[in-house]
Each structure stands twice: as C-alpha cells, then as structure tokens.
C-alpha cells in the first residue's frame, strides 16, 4: 500500500481538490519534489501551499499516521525538514522532535488506479496488461522500448565492471570469459562461464602457437578427456591437457555440467568448444580488434573461423560424421554479438569516458535482426513490434525486470494503464 501511495503522489494521479490536511486546509501542490531512494524522508525539495502559506522541504509518506513514531521519526532531527506528511488512514497527529505539530494529509488513491494495480498485481498471468498495450500510444511505447535497451546495457555494463575488479581491469581477460559464457548458447552458459574462471586466459596466450594445445586445455577442463578411446586425436588431446595440467595446475570441471540432452548436433558443447578454440587460436587480443572495427559486418566477420580439420568430420569424439563445415551459423554470430560484443563495447564506452563506443553498441544491436524466443513473440502478439535486436533486449528486460517482479508500479506501460485506461 505505502508504494501505491508513493507513486499515486509522485505522479499525480490523485485529483487535485482531494487534498486537505487533518485541520481543514487545503493543500495545493506546487512540486512534488525528489524521491529518496536513501536513508531520510521519502522526497526531497517538495514545495507546496497549505491554506495560505507556501512550504518548501521534505515529504514523507506511511501507510498508517503512527507508522511516523513506531518508525521513531519523532525522534530523528533529519526528519525535522518534513512540511506535509501523507497517510493512507489518519490515526494519530505527528510531530517534530520539538513537538511542533506537522500537517498531515490522507492522499486518496482514485478507485480506477486501486482496481487497476490490484487488477495488475494480483492476476495469475505473466504479462496482465498485454490486452491494454494496443491502447497505448506509439510515441509512448517507443520512448520506453529506447529506455529499456539502456537499462539491459547498463545492467550487463555494470557483470562486465565487476569481472573487471576481480581481473584488475584486464579487459582481454574479462571479453574471454564474457565470450566463452555466450559459447554455452543458453543451455550451458553457466558451464562454460565456469570454463573460462577455471582457465585463465594467459595460459590460452602461452600456449597459443598449437591450435591443439588449446583444444586439449578446453575439453581438458570440461572433463571431456577422462576416457579411453580409439582415437588418435582424443589420444593426442589426452597427452597434451595432462602435462598443462602439471604445468598450470589445473583442476577440470566435472563433465555433467556440460549439457547434449535435448541439444541439436551443431550446438553440442564439443562443437561450441573447437568454435571457441579456434577463435582464441586465431587472436590473441580479440577484444583490441574489435574496438577498432567500427563497421558491424566485419565484426560479425571476426567470429567466422574454420574449427580444426578433425571437426569437419565429427560432432563429438565418440564417432565420424558426414564432412561438414562447422563454422559458426548466423543466429549463433548474432547470439555472441548481441550478449558479448554489445555490451562489452558499451561498458568500455562507460568505463573510460568515451561515449562513442556506446554509439557503436545500439549501432551494433539495430544493425542485427530481433532475437526469436517467446519473450518476444508475446510482445510482438500484443502490438509492440521488435524491429532490431536493440528491441528484442529491451522486451527482454521488460520482461524479467518488471512483469516478472511484478513491477508494475514502476513500468512507463503500467503507469499508462493506471493512469488513462479502464481494463
């Protein structure tokens, strides 16, 4: 209830003529001020007009009047700044901590808003106000589809800072995990994100001059080598991974965190793995390349490198297969430029200061088709239409971070439908 009633004043969605503190008079709001996300009173800077004297200072906000003392605000000085204090039920006057009385006021929330947010809020589907979307306008949408693609980028900004604190800003070593992650395609991102912290990208570089080195390293630390079979190469992979091994002192993974089940033949984690080892064969610094490319299809160009000759050959170590080229796909090139390369360009751009990089990245993202999963379907079934991959990641977001977590209340497309439509 305390958050309705935030964004109910926040936003204005009260009539104004409803406002009367506990004495009579009239409240006449000038500004509502800034919300505080902080410790203190909830807005900062709020000016309002009560009877006849104009107020400047903070407002605070309880469901209850006595939520005032039990949060023991009558005793805290930093609440002495509050000039109007608004409830959702009055049950007791409030004051300062020198016992001056402050105006209160119940801030009505209108019926429509209440039915609507418990209508929201309370309803078993994932997305309760897809049947409303057609109502919105496009101006409306379109600046929250923008909105949200700078909010997926600055999240993912935000994992690429945080690798960069534990790698001690190595930018080369934290594209390697962030990149061997997207390998996992979904089903096994984890894994191959716990590949890439077990094998440290310097010992890929010191090994870099023998394509099978860095195969025998990959599979090595996945748990893939652990077997007797009749193959030369396997055999060759075996000898290899066992003296670098001793000589990095590496511990493998456990294989039954790499997933086949239910996997197409192209996206088993051997092929995912050759792919990956072939990239980190042909470039040492993948990443420095990437920053001085600015046209996205010769980026896309990066990734296109032929697997080991074994690999045209076999899918995994246990058989032959029908010749066939293993380079990566284009939906499996979009998928590592849209979660890798994106994101990477953009926390670069916001870690040095260098806004162009930024530009790259939703340059990047609208020069790429829209993601296909059933986030996007929904949308595009309900009207908002993804048009590049910059709109597929801002569905994407809106999805996880606010239908989901039932954010309704903090949603452009929720404000919308609270404020103006009848559901």
């Known amino acids: 209830m305390e958050r309705l009633l935030h964004y109910v004043w926040k936003y204005k969605l009260y009539a104004p003529d409803t406002l009367v503190t506990a004495e009579g008079e009239p409240v006449s709001v000038i500004d509502t001020g800034i919300q505080n996300t902080d410790a203190g009173p909830d807005f900062f800077n709020a000016k309002v007009k009560i009877g006849k004297t104009t107020w400047a200072g903070s407002v605070e906000i309880h469901e209850r009047a006595s939520d005032w003392m039990r949060h023991h605000h009558d005793k805290d000085r930093a609440y002495d700044s509050v000039i109007l204090h608004l409830v959702g039920t ?147 992979l075996q000898q290899e991974y066992k003296f670098l091994r001793t000589k990095f002192g590496l511990e493998p993974l456990d294989k039954s965190l790499f997933r086949s089940l239910r996997v197409r033949p192209v996206n088993f984690p051997h092929i995912k793995l050759a792919q990956l080892a072939a990239i980190l064969y042909r470039y040492d610094t993948l990443f420095s390349r990437i920053l001085e490319e600015v046209n996205p299809v010769e980026v896309k160009k990066l990734f296109r490198v032929q697997p080991s000759d074994y690999w045209e050959t076999h899918f995994h170590f246990r058989g032959t297969s029908p010749k066939s080229v293993k380079i990566l796909g284009e939906n499996a090139l979009n998928v590592l430029l849209i979660n890798t390369v994106a994101p990477m360009l953009f926390a670069y751009g916001h870690k040095n200061g260098l806004p162009e990089y930024g530009e790259r990245a939703i340059a990047l993202l609208e020069s790429l088709p829209p993601e296909k999963n059933q986030i996007v379907a929904t949308f595009n079934h309900a009207g908002i239409r993804a048009q590049h991959a910059g709109d597929s990641q801002a569905l994407i977001q809106l999805k996880r971070e606010y239908c989901e977590k039932k954010k309704c209340l903090y949603c452009r497309i929720g404000f919308r439908v609270l404020k103006c439509l009848r559901l």
């Open 90 to 236: 009055d049950d007791v006057p409030i004051s300062r901590t020198n016992g001056e009385r402050i105006p209160q006021a119940l801030l009505p929330v209108p019926e429509q808003v209440r039915k609507n947010i418990d209508w929201l809020l309370h309803r078993e589907i994932s997305i309760p106000c897809l049947s409303s979307i057609k109502y919105i306008e496009s101006i409306q949408l379109t600046l929250w589809i923008d909105a949200l693609l700078y909010e997926r980028l600055e999240r993912k900004t935000k994992d690429i800072l945080q690798l960069l604190v534990q790698y001690k800003d190595d930018w080369n070593e934290v594209f390697y995990v962030t990149l061997t992650r997207y390998f996992g395609f979904g089903v096994n991102n984890d894994a191959f994100e716990r590949l890439a912290k077990s094998l440290p990208f310097r010992y890929l570089l010191k090994q870099r001059s023998s394509s099978s080195q860095i195969e025998s390293m990959l599979f090595g630390q996945t748990g893939m080598l652990d077997e007797t079979l009749n193959d030369h190469y396997y055999r060759l």
